[in-house]
């Protein structure tokens, strides 16, 4: 698997769709605020394979086909969910019965811990590709038709598949976090110039740092969509 021409790919795919579209940037900005729903209907337009960005209409099916992925989520998420219910449900009925001492004192249970990481580990695996087959078929049961996601990833190769995420959460996760930590040392130095401390500069850093994820959030969202098309889409080539 290329991993640069798949970069490359979605850099150029990003840049000619959003940041070259000022209108349809904005237009992603708005379908962020909207609770993120639209949003995800938009990245299942790229889901399904397009030589460019899409515009960003029919906001209609856009909420629709976000709503249903999000759906999809949810469903992925129950495991976690429970095994999280095991590890805090204790602590949290300590907490509703008003023994804040006792609940102060909780230690979680160490393997439930490594447990519920691994859960998550492996739905964050799985999503990507249930997501595309789901955006791609239409079909709720193939989102979870693991005999054909573990089969596609197989096409695609394990390696090479588990490469390309940790690829993907390098090239996104470091820019953004030293965007975030420029914000909160460079901005948050500025803004004590000017307001002080207190809980003003924590509302003045805690909102930079809001309208930062909300600009940049349409740019990974369409980078992330067209990157793992295109990862989805390497196992058809290798057929």
């Known amino acids: 698997m290329e991993f640069g021409a798949l970069l490359d790919d979605a850099f150029s795919y990003t840049k000619e769709g959003i940041l070259c579209n000022i209108s349809r940037w904005a237009a992603l900005i708005l379908a962020v605020i909207c609770l993120g729903i639209p949003m995800n209907g938009y990245a299942m337009r790229i889901y399904r394979g397009t030589d460019t960005a899409p515009d960003v209409d029919r906001w209609g099916t856009l909420f629709i086909d976000g709503i249903k992925l999000v759906i999809v989520g949810l469903v992925y998420s129950i495991p976690i969910l429970v095994v999280w219910a095991f590890i805090y449900g204790s602590m949290i009925l300590t907490l509703g019965q008003g023994n804040l001492e006792a609940a102060g004192n909780f230690e979680p249970n160490l393997a439930l811990l490594l447990l ?41 190769g394990w390696i090479n598949y588990l490469l390309a995420l940790i690829i993907l959460t390098l090239v996104i ?8 930590f420029g914000i909160i040392i460079v901005g948050g130095g500025g803004i004590y110039l000017v307001v002080g401390g207190g809980v003003e500069l924590l509302f003045a850093i805690a909102g930079l740092l809001i309208l ?28």
């Open 116 to 156: 519920m990481y691994a859960v998550e580990i492996a739905v964050g695996i799985i999503m990507p590709i249930a997501s595309i087959r789901f955006a791609r078929t239409g079909s709720f049961g193939e989102a979870f038709n693991f005999g054909a996601i573990f089969g596609t990833i197989g096409k695609i």
């Open 173 to 180: 996760g470091i820019p953004i976090f030293i965007l975030m």
């Open 212 to 239: 930062a994820m909300l600009i940049l959030s349409p740019i990974i969202g369409v980078f992330q969509a067209r990157y793992m098309t295109r990862v989805y889409e390497s196992q058809e080539q290798a057929e």
